[in-house]
C-alpha cells in the first residue's frame, strides 16, 4: 500500500515493512486458501491489490483470525521476533498435515535497534510481490489434489525471549514426512527479506515400495 | 581420631553414614547407556529421512525444481538445527473449519466426536454431605478452608485445626493453638499435601507436618497484625497481612523473608498464585487487585506491581486463576460490589464483569469444563455455577443459611467443600460426579507421526 511509504521518496521504515510484510501474509494465506480450495469458492470476495485481483475470505470467524494474526504478526515484526510464518493444512478429518507453506522472515536486526530507514522502491516491492502472488495461483498445476475437506492453521517460529500474549500457545512444527518442497520466489524490502517455500506430502502414486 | 578402639572392618562400613541411602556406585559411566531408545515424536523425520535418503533424486519431479528445493532444504534444515532458540506458536482460537457441503466418503469422520452440544450433566441441588463446623469465625477477611492434594482437608474451628481425611471420612485434630496466639486467620496446603501453614491472629505463621503432627517451624516478624491469606509456591509460602503487605517467605532457609510486595493499604484477603508460579493476584480490603510478577526483579526491597486493579468498588477477597486459559484471572467483590470480573493478567485488561446481585466471597474455576463456582451471601447464600465464556448460569445451590465464606476444591477437581458461617461443612458434586470424570482414552493417537506407516 502506498500510504504507508511516501511514494516520492522511497524511504521505508521498520513499521512501513512490517506492516508490508503482514499484509502481505494476510493477502498470501487467504489466496492460499482459496485456490487450495480449503474453503468454498463463493466465500470468496475478490478485491485489488498488488495490481491483482486478490480474494479475500468473507467468514467472520477466519477474517477476525486474520486480523489478530496479521496484527500479532506486525508487532514482532517490529520488535525483530519473528524468524518465520507458517501455513499448515491439515486434513479435517485425520488432522494429517498435507501442505506447509513456509514463509521465512530474515529481519536486518541494524534497522530493529537503530530505527534507521532504507530505501527502496515501493513499486518493486510491489512487483516482487505480485511475482509471489502469481506463484501461489499457479501452484495448483504441480501440488496434489486435496480431495477431503481440510482445515488451516498458523504457526509463528519467534525467539524464545518474545513477550507472548495469552492467546498464543506453544505448538509443535507439524513437519511432514518426507515431503517434497519447491520453493517459491521471494521479496526483499531492504528491512525484512522473505522466501517462500512450500512442502507437500508427496502423492500416493509416487511412493517407492 | 580413634578413639583406641579398633571397629572391626564390617562395623565400620554401617556407622559411616546412618541415614544415607545405598548407593550402588557405576562401575563404568557408559553402564547404562548401550541401548538406545527413540522417542519417535521427538524426531524430525525430515532431518533423519534426508540424512538416510542424501544424494538420491527423487523420480516424479523434474531436475529444475529438485535443484532449488534442495538448496532450500539444506538451508531450512540448518535453521531447524538451531530450533533451541526458537519458539513455535499457534493462535489460541482457530477459526471455524469449513463446513462439509458434499457427503464425504470417509468412514474415519463417522467415528468422530459429534461437534455438538454435550448432553447437560445433572447437577445434584442439595449437598452430599454435610459436616459439623462448629465456632468457625464468622469473618469474611479470613480463609480457613483448605483441601490438600493428598485428598486432606483443613479447617479452622476458632483456635483448633481438625483434618479430615476425603478417602477415609476421619477427622482428626492436628493442633490447638494457645489463647493469646489464636484464633488461627489462615490455612493453606504446600503443594506436597503434607505440609500445611497456618497463620494466626497474632502474626505468626506455623508450619505443620500433618503426616507427623508436628510443627515445623514459626515464622515470626513478617507482619504486625493479623495473618489472614496464604498462598504456596512451591517452597515459597507467601503470607498477606492485616497490616496490607505481602511477604513472600523461602521456608527452607533460617532468614526466612525473601521479599516484601508493598502496595495495599488494608487487610489483604485474597492471596493467590497463578498456575505457572509466575504470577501472583492478591486482594485487599481498599478495593484493590494487585497483580504481582515475579520476573519483576527489585533491586530495593519492595517490588512494584505489574497491575493494580481499582474497578472493583468492595473488598476483593475471591480470587482465581484460569485453569484452561493462560493470564486469566477472575476477581469477585464484596458486598458492596458484587460483581465478579475477568482480567487479563498479562496486559491488565478487564475482559468482563458480571454483576452477580450478592457478595462474591471465593471463587473456584472447574478444573474439568469452563465452568466457574462463585459462592455468595446475603440472602441467598447461595453457590452459582457459571458457564464460562457465557456466564450463563447453569445451577444455583442452596443450603447454607449464612454467607459462603471459604471454599476449597478436591485434588480429583469434583467436588467442592463449602463453609459457613451457620457452622456447617458441605460438599458438593458440582464438578462432576467422582467416577466418571476418568476420561477415556484419547481416541485419536496423540504423536505427530503415528500416521506413518513405514519404519525407517
Redesign the interface.
Known amino acids: 500500500m502506498a500510504s504507508k511509504t511516501a511514494a516520492a521518496k522511497d524511504i521505508i521504515t521498520l513499521h512501513g515493512s512490517a506492516a508490508i510484510v503482514s499484509e502481505f501474509f494476510c493477502y498470501a494465506a487467504n489466496s492460499i486458501l482459496y485456490n487450495r480450495a ?3 469458492e463463493e466465500s470468496f470476495v475478490k478485491v485489488k491489490k498488488y495490481g491483482l485481483p486478490m480474494l479475500l475470505i468473507e ?1 467472520e ?2 477474517k ?3 486480523s ?2 496479521t496484527s ?1 504478526i506486525s508487532e514482532w515484526l517490529e520488535a525483530g521476533k519473528l ?1 518465520r510464518v507458517v501455513l499448515v493444512i491439515m486434513s ?5 498435515v498435507l501442505e506447509r507453506w ?1 514463509f ?1 522472515i530474515e529481519t536486518d536486526t541494524e534497522v530493529v535497534d537503530k530505527g534507521v530507514p532504507r530505501e527502496k522502491s515501493d513499486k518493486e516491492i510491489m512487483r516482487e510481490i505480485q511475482a509471489i502472488m502469481r506463484q501461489v495461483a499457479s501452484s495448483v498445476t ?1 501440488l496434489p489434489c486435496l480431495d ?13 525471549d ?22 517459491l520466489h521471494g521479496f526483499d524490502t531492504k528491512i525484512h527479506k522473505v ?1 517462500t ?1 512450500v512442502s507437500y506430502k508427496n502423492d500416493e502414486w ?1 511412493e ?1 515400495e | 581420631m580413634d578413639a583406641g578402639m579398633s571397629t572391626p572392618s564390617y562395623l565400620k562400613a554401617q556407622t559411616r553414614c546412618p541415614l544415607q541411602e545405598h548407593f550402588l556406585p557405576r562401575k563404568s559411566s557408559k553402564e547404562n547407556l548401550d541401548r538406545f531408545i527413540p522417542n519417535r515424536s521427538a524426531m524430525d523425520f525430515d532431518y533423519a529421512h534426508y540424512a538416510l535418503m542424501e544424494g538420491r533424486k527423487g523420480k516424479d519431479q523434474s531436475a529444475a525444481v529438485s535443484s532449488p528445493s534442495k538448496e532450500a532444504y539444506r538451508k531450512q534444515l540448518a535453521e531447524t538445527m538451531n530450533l533451541n532458540h526458537t519458539r513455535i506458536l499457534a493462535f489460541r482460537n482457530k477459526p471455524q473449519a469449513p463446513v462439509d457441503l458434499l457427503p464425504t466418503h470417509h468412514s474415519a469422520s463417522l467415528h468422530q466426536q459429534p461437534k455438538s452440544v454435550k448432553p447437560r450433566r445433572y447437577i445434584p441441588q442439595t449437598s452430599e454431605r454435610t459436616l459439623d463446623a462448629p465456632d468457625i469465625v464468622d469473618d469474611f477477611y479470613l480463609n480457613l478452608l483448605d483441601w490438600g492434594s493428598a485428598n486432606v482437608l483443613a479447617i479452622a474451628l476458632d483456635h483448633t485445626v481438625y483434618l479430615w481425611d476425603a478417602s477415609t471420612g476421619s477427622t482428626s485434630e492436628l493442633v490447638t493453638i494457645d489463647e493469646e496466639k489464636g484464633p488461627v486467620t489462615s490455612i493453606n496446603w504446600a503443594p506436597d499435601g503434607r505440609h500445611v501453614a497456618i497463620g494466626l491472629n497474632n502474626s505468626e505463621v506455623q508450619l505443620w507436618d500433618s503426616a507427623s503432627n508436628r510443627q515445623l517451624r514459626t515464622l515470626n516478624g513478617c507482619h504486625q497484625s493479623r495473618v489472614g491469606s496464604l498462598a504456596w509456591n512451591n517452597h515459597i509460602l507467601t503470607t498477606g497481612g492485616m497490616d496490607g503487605q505481602i511477604v513472600n517467605n523461602d521456608v527452607r532457609i533460617r532468614s526466612h523473608i525473601v521479599e516484601t510486595y508493598r502496595g495495599h493499604t488494608q487487610e489483604v484477603c485474597g492471596l493467590k498464585w497463578s498456575g505457572s508460579g509466575q504470577q501472583l493476584a492478591s486482594g485487599g480490603n481498599d478495593n484493590v487487585v494487585h497483580i504481582w510478577d515475579r520476573s519483576v526483579a527489585s533491586s530495593n526491597s519492595t517490588t512494584q506491581w505489574l497491575h493494580r486493579l481499582e474497578e472493583h468498588t468492595s473488598a476483593v477477597k475471591a480470587l482465581a486463576w484460569c485453569p484452561f486459559q493462560a493470564n486469566l484471572l477472575a476477581t469477585g467483590g464484596g458486598g458492596g460490589d458484587r460483581t465478579i470480573k475477568f482480567w487479563n493478567s498479562h496486559t491488565g485488561a478487564c475482559l468482563n464483569s458480571v454483576d452477580t446481585g450478592s457478595q462474591v466471597c471465593s471463587l473456584l474455576w472447574s478444573k474439568n469444563e469452563r465452568e466457574l463456582l462463585s459462592s455468595h451471601g446475603f440472602t441467598q447464600n447461595q453457590l452459582t455455577l457459571w458457564k464460562y465464556p457465557s456466564m450463563v448460569k447453569m445451577a444455583e445451590l442452596t443450603g447454607h443459611t449464612s454467607r459462603v465464606l471459604y471454599m476449597a476444591q478436591s485434588p480429583d477437581g469434583c467436588t467442592v467443600a463449602s463453609a459457613a458461617g451457620d457452622e456447617t461443612l458441605r460438599f458438593w458434586n458440582v464438578f462432576g460426579v467422582p467416577e466418571t470424570t476418568k476420561k477415556a482414552a484419547p481416541k485419536t493417537a496423540l504423536e505427530p507421526f503415528s500416521h506413518v506407516n513405514r519404519i525407517r
Not at chain 1, 92 to 96: L, S
Not at chain 1, 162 to 180: C, E, G, R, Y
Open positions: 480449503v474453503y468454498p467468514d470467524s477466519v477476525s483470525f486474520m489478530n494474526l500479532q524468524q479435517k478429518a485425520t488432522g494429517e513456509n521465512r504441480y477431503e475437506t481440510c482445515v488451516f492453521d498458523v504457526l509463528a517460529y519467534t525467539d524464545t518474545v513477550a507472548v500474549p495469552f492467546t498464543w500457545v506453544d505448538s509443535d512444527p507439524k513437519l511432514i514426512a518426507n515431503p517434497q518442497m519447491v520453493k522466501d517455500l509416487d517407492e
